[in-house]
């Protein structure tokens, strides 16, 4: 019997442990875990990206009622005390300008960056001039008198440009105003992975961002507004789709020979689709614009190379002559396409002034530049305790001038599910109560992603039937008033 006995207490395979034996040792453990390794510092929201998204974000949470008391930061690798002291004398643009639909532009208000913006830098446009560079099929874009419902002063803005640094310069102006936000910059994200277990707290399912100055913090939500390249986005797990356009976006600040056809009160932009890609003019303050020319890599690398004077012909060409002019001219590749240029307008005829944009008289010195053409969408915006806006969520294209508006509307979306999450008791990471944000954004997202795809892709064809089936679309929509007013509409951000 004690045999028996003794054989129940032996110990096989392995040994047993008091409730009360494991709770102390796990306890001493964290205790020991504790003194080893400094713990993260907890937020409720680490931004990743000081950009206009992930900017934005952050004036709208401290400048919301209910969000306001929640601990937020933001790791941006840039210095931003230069983006603070950002300035250029009057006659100098930078070569980075968005386009801000007044849906855009009413958000800022809301949130009350919109008054720290350097408005003698802004330029609305109420026209735009579109056509197709080898039909001439045309359309042109434009509130009628009779159609505005109210004749003040920006109920016929189709958008605003103004150059990115000056939204978020703008924006820093803001969050200065509001206090409240931690700021790691320049910071770099060197790692990304959940949290420990610790006495006090249990992080297992929170994301721990280590940073380049060596500290540690944690989400409770951590946004990704990090661009393409997103290192959040990859933390989750989220998968990208698309393609590249194997084409180049060539940007320049340009001078014209005036103001405009109708003057400052009245600018108009201007888009030509080429069989390379659409070139676009878009109108700056004074006799300034902005050019946007999606083309080849290996023509983007010949316009870079110009001398002033044939880049400046060039410009004007790809608004005058046919598209074989311009696959000639692409084709010198030792210069003196001014020369030629001026040849061949002469024997140039059907050319409506006043339907085209002024003469570029110059281009401004360091301000040609190209970067890569793609479309991109993650699979979802959302994951546990991490969520996704602007370019890390996705890419589109630049014909249509919506990415920093897409962005926007992220912001704007995400606001309303957080406030509503927590007027509602909810944890704002979890991804139930994200979800919301997912459903409102991402259908609308991939809607307008693939639009400005086929758009491109409709009018990379040269010759053919696609050319006459496009012109004849192209005019029924300019023929027909009230879908131009819808399309006009939705551009705009309106619903």
Same mark, same amino acid.
């Given at each position: 019997?004690?045999?028996?006995?003794?054989?129940?207490?032996?110990?096989?395979?392995?040994?047993?442990?008091?409730?009360?034996?494991?709770?102390?040792?796990?306890?001493?453990?964290?205790?020991?875990?504790?003194?080893?390794?400094?713990?993260?510092?907890?937020?409720?929201?680490?931004?990743?990206?000081?950009?206009?998204?992930?900017?934005?974000?952050?004036?709208?949470?401290?400048?919301?009622?209910?969000?306001?008391?929640?601990?937020?930061?933001?790791?941006?690798?840039?210095?931003?005390?230069?983006?603070?002291?950002?300035?250029?004398?009057?006659?100098?643009?930078?070569?980075?300008?968005?386009?801000?639909?007044?849906?855009?532009?009413?958000?800022?208000?809301?949130?009350?960056?919109?008054?720290?913006?350097?408005?003698?830098?802004?330029?609305?446009? @109420?026209?735009?001039?579109?056509?197709?560079?080898?039909?001439?099929?045309?359309? !042109?874009?434009?509130?009628?008198?009779?159609?505005?419902?109210?004749?003040?002063?920006?109920?016929?803005?189709?958008?605003?440009?103004?150059?990115?640094?000056?939204? @978020?310069?703008?924006?820093?102006?803001?969050?200065?105003?509001?206090?409240?936000? !931690?700021?790691?910059?320049?910071?770099?994200? #060197?790692?990304?992975?959940?949290?420990?277990?610790?006495?006090?707290?249990?992080?297992?399912?929170?994301?721990?961002?280590?940073?380049?100055?060596? !500290?540690?913090?944690?989400?409770?939500?951590?946004?990704?507004?990090?661009?393409?390249?997103?290192?959040?986005?990859?933390?989750?797990?989220?998968?990208?789709?698309?393609?590249?356009?194997?084409?180049?976006?060539?940007?320049?600040?340009?001078?014209?020979?005036?103001?405009?056809?109708?003057?400052?009160?009245?600018?108009?932009?201007?888009?030509?689709?080429?069989?390379?890609?659409?070139?676009?003019?878009?109108?700056?303050?004074?006799?300034?614009?902005?050019?946007?020319?999606?083309?080849?890599?290996? %023509?983007?690398?010949?316009?870079?190379?110009?001398?002033?004077?044939?880049?400046?012909?060039?410009? %004007?060409?790809?608004?005058?002559?046919?598209?074989?002019?311009?696959?000639?001219?692409?084709?010198?590749?030792?210069?003196?396409?001014?020369?030629?240029?001026?040849?061949?307008?002469?024997? @140039? #005829?059907?050319?409506?002034?006043?339907?085209?944009?002024?003469?570029?008289?110059?281009?401004?010195?360091?301000?040609?530049?190209?970067?890569?053409?793609?479309?991109?969408?993650?699979?979802?915006?959302?994951?546990?305790?991490?969520?996704?806006?602007?370019?890390?969520?996705?890419?589109?294209?630049?014909?249509?001038?919506?990415?920093?508006?897409?962005?926007?509307?992220?912001?704007?979306?995400?606001?309303?599910?957080?406030?509503?999450?927590?007027?509602?008791?909810?944890?704002?990471?979890?991804?139930?109560?994200?979800?919301?944000? %997912?459903?409102?954004?991402?259908?609308?997202?991939?809607?307008?992603?693939?639009?400005?795809?086929?758009?491109?892709?409709?009018?990379?064809?040269?010759?053919?039937?696609?050319?006459?089936?496009?012109?004849?679309?192209?005019?029924?929509? #300019?023929?027909?008033?009230?879908?131009?007013?819808?399309?006009?509409?939705?551009?705009?951000?309106?619903?």
């Amino acid at each position: 019997m004690i045999a028996a006995r003794s054989s129940l207490l032996r110990p096989t395979g392995r040994a047993f442990v008091c409730q009360t034996c494991v709770r102390t040792i796990r306890r001493n453990a964290r205790r020991h875990a504790s003194t080893d390794s400094k713990l993260p510092e907890i937020y409720d929201v680490v931004c990743v990206g000081g950009g206009p998204a992930g900017l934005s974000l952050l004036a709208a949470l401290r400048a919301s009622p209910i969000a306001s008391r929640l601990k937020v930061a933001l790791v941006e690798s840039q210095d931003l005390n230069r983006t603070r002291g950002w300035k250029l004398p009057p006659n100098q643009y930078s070569n980075r300008v968005s386009s801000l639909t007044p849906a855009s532009v009413k958000f800022l208000k809301d949130i009350g960056a919109w008054r720290h913006i350097q408005r003698s830098r802004v330029q609305a446009y @109420t026209e735009m001039q579109v056509w197709d560079g080898v039909s001439g099929s045309r359309i !042109s874009f434009d509130w009628p008198e009779a159609s505005s419902p109210a004749r003040h002063a920006s109920s016929n803005v189709i958008a605003y440009m103004t150059e990115n640094l000056n939204l @978020t310069s703008a924006l820093l102006a803001r969050l200065n105003e509001l206090g409240g936000v !931690s700021i790691f910059s320049p910071t770099a994200v #060197e790692d990304i992975s959940l949290g420990p277990e610790t006495e006090q707290y249990d992080l297992r399912s929170w994301p721990v961002v280590r940073l380049s100055d060596g !500290s540690q913090i944690a989400a409770r939500l951590l946004v990704g507004a990090d661009g393409a390249n997103s290192p959040v986005r990859q933390f989750a797990g989220i998968e990208t789709r698309g393609w590249d356009y194997e084409r180049m976006g060539v940007v320049a600040t340009v001078q014209l020979e005036g103001s405009g056809w109708r003057g400052e009160e009245e600018k108009c932009a201007y888009q030509r689709f080429l069989p390379t890609g659409p070139v676009a003019l878009l109108p700056l303050p004074n006799n300034f614009s902005t050019l946007v020319w999606s083309t080849t890599p290996s %023509n983007a690398a010949l316009l870079k190379s110009l001398a002033s004077e044939d880049l400046t012909a060039m410009i %004007n060409a790809a608004f005058r002559l046919s598209p074989v002019d311009l696959a000639y001219l692409h084709t010198m590749t030792s210069g003196g396409q001014a020369e030629e240029i001026a040849w061949r307008e002469q024997h @140039t #005829e059907g050319i409506v002034t006043e339907k085209i944009p002024m003469r570029i008289t110059g281009v401004q010195e360091g301000s040609v530049a190209a970067f890569p053409l793609k479309m991109r969408h993650a699979d979802t915006y959302t994951g546990e305790r991490v969520v996704l806006v602007g370019d890390a969520a996705h890419s589109i294209h630049p014909l249509a001038g919506q990415g920093l508006n897409q962005g926007q509307g992220d912001i704007q979306a995400l606001i309303s599910v957080l406030t509503t999450a927590l007027s509602h008791g909810q944890d704002i990471g979890d991804q139930l109560s994200l979800e919301p944000y %997912n459903a409102a954004r991402y259908a609308e997202n991939n809607l307008l992603l693939g639009v400005v795809d086929k758009l491109h892709k409709l009018y990379s064809a040269g010759s053919g039937p696609v050319v006459w089936a496009r012109s004849l679309g192209l005019g029924a929509v #300019e023929r027909l008033g009230g879908v131009k007013r819808l399309i006009m509409g939705r551009v705009g951000g309106g619903s």
